[in-house]
């Protein structure tokens, strides 16, 4: 069973940076694509980037566009989230999901990390 393991998240200020990691141990992550995700509270969970399985593909909301940047490294068997120009709207728990195919939606994904705390708060 593929389990997907996020880390990196933190309380950062306002207009910081942080660098979210979705690693799945030992299992290769080559042949899937992998989502971004947060919810904050009293939200409903929205995708916020996503990278198909070659790393050639990737989409992002329009709320994070210019500001995050989601990559990934097969030979690491982690997919990474940059973020950058943190606002406070950005504060939730961030998921990583896995899948056939690289979209925002959260339905086209079957696993599911346990989620990291982002907090942007001065």
């Known amino acids: 069973q593929l389990q997907l393991v996020e880390s990196g998240g933190g309380l950062v200020q306002p207009g910081g940076s942080l660098r979210l990691s979705c690693a799945a141990p030992g299992f290769a992550l080559d042949y899937l694509a992998v989502g971004w995700f947060r919810q904050a509270p009293g939200k409903e969970r929205e995708g916020v980037a996503s990278?198909?399985?070659?790393?050639?593909?990737?989409s992002y909301a329009d709320s994070v566009k210019g500001r995050f940047a989601i990559s990934r490294d097969n030979a690491k068997k982690t997919v990474y989230l940059q973020m950058s120009s943190l606002e406070p709207e950005d504060t939730g728990i961030y998921y990583c999901?896995?899948?056939?195919?690289?979209?925002?939606?959260?339905?086209?994904?079957?696993?599911w990390g346990q989620g990291t705390q982002v907090t942007v708060s001065s």
């Open positions: 999901a896995a899948g056939v195919w690289a979209t925002l939606r959260r339905d086209n994904y079957d696993y």
């Open positions: 990278i198909d399985y070659s790393g050639n593909s990737k």
